[in-house]
């Protein structure tokens, strides 16, 4: 389970280090930062993917991603005494993403590259340094991996250090390059951890989305990230997951409602029987909000749940009166799976608390999300270029 998260210098989030708990629901006004937050918990995950360089390129590249604000604010920028647009920044720029939890720690360095020789790529993000580290603090005796431009140094089984790479490419990480399992498991463990982190905030309800056609079904313990495949897994949990709760998920959202799957020749379509219809609905003739619900019950309620969820808005298209079901759906889910829930919808942000969530409340301030967790920033050092 992660326990600490921080970003450093991506977009509005200059310095923020939280501590998370099983259940973690991030709120706040528009603008407050919730959205930077979920794609920094993304791009951590990209990192593990091979692919952080493209997706940073995807947002504008590097030079629209960073902080754009001085390093620090003095006090006299916070009263408004100080003239922010005269002051010049003396450090690295960077862009730092990390995260810990009690057996291991990783985090990452990104900044510019040099400017000679000409490239057509000079815009392209550098990774400057990574460490991955035993424990929930970096330090100088638990560090396993640590990188610093092209190297890499391994800590072998007596405790010393051995060269893993000295040509390590800028947009490589040694999380996907160095990652071997004789000499390297902990890299290895942790990167295939972080591949199996699951995000969803695309999950499509429209006239058009996948989910309203039939599709050819096969075992799907994981929901598709636009709900593509639900017919199959609704199929999936009711054949090898909780189906008993899988129905109470659809009755407790919709007294009186239950869903079946329909295969004709290998095709998967989804019915809904609703109490004082005399057939069912198909998938087709759902509404938005009913659709919606159904895709968070097949994602949450995975035969194959993740270490780790991101829901983002779930709330959208739901009609008020669902955010509490909605709100012990995920409980209930964090008793298999550490989630994290971005949301502004207050009836389920109070509905998680209720369940012991662990309340983020994100503000604005000269630019700059700052976060309140009811705690103080964790402990945290990042590693050295």
């Not at 990230?225 to 199929?235: H, K, P, R, S």
């Not at 009755?251 to 290998?266: L, T, Y």
């Amino acid at each position: 389970m992660i326990t600490r998260l921080c970003v450093s210098g991506y977009r509005s989030l200059r310095d923020v280090r939280l501590t998370l708990g099983r259940l973690n629901v991030v709120t706040g006004p528009n603008g407050s930062g919730k959205s930077s937050l979920y794609r920094a918990l993304r791009l951590l995950a990209d990192v593990a993917q091979g692919r952080i360089i493209q997706s940073l390129a995807t947002e504008g590249g590097i030079q629209s991603t960073l902080w754009a604000g001085p390093e620090s604010f003095s006090r006299g920028m916070k009263r408004g005494e100080t003239d922010i647009t005269g002051v010049v920044r003396s450090g690295s720029i960077s862009l730092k993403l990390g995260f810990a939890g009690e057996d291991y720690g990783y985090a990452i360095d990104l900044g510019f590259p040099p400017q000679k020789p000409p490239s057509l790529f000079n815009l392209d993000p550098h990774i400057k340094a990574e460490a991955l580290w035993t424990g929930e603090f970096l330090g100088r005796s638990n560090a396993f991996a640590l990188r610093n431009g092209p190297g890499v140094r391994i800590r072998d089984g007596s405790g010393g250090w051995g060269q893993a790479m000295t040509s390590l490419a800028s947009f490589d990480s040694m999380m996907t390059h160095c990652a071997d399992p004789k000499d390297a498991v902990e890299l290895l463990v942790l990167r295939e951890r972080m591949r199996q982190w699951r995000f969803y905030d695309h999950l499509r309800a429209d006239r058009d989305a996948p989910a309203r056609r039939p599709q050819v079904g096969t075992y799907t313990p994981v929901l598709d990230g636009e709900g593509a495949d639900l017919a199959a897994a609704f199929g999936t949990i009711q054949e090898i997951g909780d189906a008993e709760g899988l129905a109470a998920a659809v009755n407790d959202a919709f007294p009186g409602s239950r869903v079946e799957i329909v295969s004709n020749g290998g095709w998967f379509d989804l019915e809904m029987r609703q109490h004082g219809l005399l057939r069912p609905l198909k998938t087709a003739e759902l509404s938005e909000g009913t659709l919606r619900y159904l895709l968070l019950i097949a994602a949450l309620m995975s035969p194959r749940p993740p270490a780790l969820m991101i829901l983002n808005e779930p709330e959208t298209s739901l009609h008020p009166d669902l955010l509490a079901a909605l709100a012990r759906l995920i409980a209930l889910a964090s008793e298999r799976s550490q989630i994290v829930v971005i949301s502004h919808a207050l009836p389920l942000v109070e509905g998680l608390g209720a369940s012991g969530a662990r309340r983020i409340e994100l503000r604005k301030e000269l630019g700059e999300t700052l976060a309140d967790d009811g705690d103080d920033p964790p402990r945290w050092s990042w590693p050295a270029r």
